[in-house]
């Protein structure tokens, strides 16, 4: 079956320090791969996306890399900042009509 | 533009009872989905609806249903609540069945069984 295995939490982080959430996943056929992320008091959005093996997902200087021969997906980011105080969650679909969400990883950034 | 709305926000139910959540679309979606969310866990997927008709459904007792309305808004239905239905239930709305389109997110609504 599908499923998303996620790094545990909760990770603290000082502002500028590099970001990395680590995601592997089990998936039968070639799934899409997402990493959605939920603000306090707000619902999940999509923060990026890969749809075939290599691609790489980028946006608000977040990227990850599709990598098939390691079934994994990790997020990173070169230098966060405070507002990127959040939970993650790495999610996959095999092109059906559900996400198969992780458990989601707790971010706290300290000024 | 008004995004996926969802109400109540928060409600308190009694074990045996029965709640009715409701979400509404982005204007132009046709499809909406219902996950729920456990405390500390990721969604899980319940059911995903398109233009009216159940599309998918996950791995929930029969005591959840849902159903799709002609202006695309949605219900979710949970009969007989047991403690472990304590959730936030989130509502996703998307243009077309399927995980290609982008799914965009409610707020939630935080039930409580006690």
């Known amino acids: 079956g599908n499923s998303v295995t996620q790094m545990e939490g909760p990770v603290t982080l000082s502002e500028e320090a590099f970001l990395t959430i680590n995601c592997t996943y089990t998936?039968?056929?070639?799934?899409?791969l997402f990493w959605y992320v939920q603000y306090p008091g707000e619902g999940l959005q999509l923060l990026l996306k890969a749809t075939k093996a290599d691609d790489k997902g980028s946006n608000k200087g977040f990227e990850a890399t599709y990598r098939k021969e390691t079934t994994s997906f990790h997020l990173e980011k070169g230098s966060v900042q405070v507002s990127d105080s959040a939970v993650y969650f790495c999610a996959l679909s095999d092109g059906g009509n559900q996400f198969y969400f992780g458990t989601g990883t707790s971010l706290t950034v300290i000024p | 533009d008004a995004g996926v709305t969802q109400s109540p926000t928060h409600l308190i139910k009694t074990r045996g009872q029965h709640v009715t959540l409701r979400c509404s679309p982005i204007?132009?979606?046709?499809?909406v989905s219902w996950y729920q969310q456990v405390l500390g866990q990721g969604p899980q997927f319940i059911f995903q609806y398109y233009e009216k008709e159940e599309r998918g459904r996950g791995n929930f007792p029969d005591r959840f249903s849902a159903r799709q309305f002609p202006n695309y808004s949605s219900e979710l239905n949970v009969n007989a609540l047991l403690l472990g239905d304590s959730a936030l239930y989130l509502c996703a709305s998307s243009l077309a069945s399927g995980t290609t389109y982008e799914q965009y997110f409610g707020p939630g609504t935080r039930l409580t069984v006690t």
């Open positions: 998936a039968t056929g070639y799934p899409s």
């Open positions: 204007s132009g979606h046709k499809s």
